[in-house]
């Protein structure tokens, strides 16, 4: 029987709150929220203590905790790739957080500190990297490989057979079709439809998806 270590959660925003909600449904013991804001320090959120800044979980020997990264992104996920590496460097893990409405079919992979939230789909074949995000309602078809730090947006539909590269953001309701390659660092916009490949540190928005800049 495998025993689930106490979890600490990194911020304490929009993205915090759902995982609080679903670590709750999934019964795991959540020790407490660190935020850099030092005036939130005693205060709660969604009934969880905010305990400190980063540097709090020095108080935890990294044998005894888990760590979850409860930083989202509306555009690339630099942030959260920052504190991952951080916390992994100090010698920290984050665990795997996946809700029990989720769709996950049998030989999926899913990879250290990867999010998989409520009703979210992802089907045979599929790789979710480390520290990526398969946000609400998001559909990830057989064969999909997930880059690390990668965020799919709630509502976002992947085809099969899609790559999608390290950082980059697939926004909410954006619908990529079969076979395509998105890059590196790239932003594809809410309710995009792309249908070419995209290259690394590009933004792409539209139906068909073209691209507006590089980033």
Not at 14 to 25: D, N, R, Y
Not at 39 to 61: C, E, R, W, Y
Not at 160 to 165: F, K, L
């Amino acid at each position: 029987m495998i025993v689930s270590k106490p979890v600490i959660i990194i911020g304490a925003g929009g993205h915090a709150s759902v995982l609080i909600a679903t670590l709750k449904t999934l019964g795991r013991q959540i020790i407490g929220i660190l935020n850099l804001d030092e005036a939130l320090v005693g205060k709660t959120m969604n009934g969880i203590p905010i305990i400190g800044n980063d540097n709090k979980v020095k108080d935890f020997s990294p044998a005894t905790i888990e760590l979850v990264n409860g930083l989202g992104s509306v555009s690339l996920p630099v942030k959260r790739k920052a504190i991952y590496m951080k916390f992994i460097n100090d010698g920290y893990k984050f665990t795997a957080v996946i809700h029990p409405s989720a769709t996950i079919a049998e030989n999926v992979i899913i990879n250290e500190g990867a999010q998989i939230m409520a009703g979210a789909i992802v089907q045979a074949g599929s790789t979710i990297s480390i520290n990526a995000i398969i946000n609400t309602g998001a559909i990830v078809d057989h064969d999909c490989q997930i880059g690390q730090h990668a965020h799919i947006a709630p509502g976002a539909v992947l085809s099969g057979d899609i790559q999608v590269g390290e950082m980059s953001h697939i926004g909410t309701g954006a619908i990529i079709i079969q076979g395509i390659k998105i890059g590196s660092n790239v932003i594809v916009g809410a309710g995009a439809v792309v249908i070419h490949n995209v290259k690394d540190c590009y933004k792409v928005v539209g139906n068909p998806a073209k691209a507006i800049n590089n980033i």
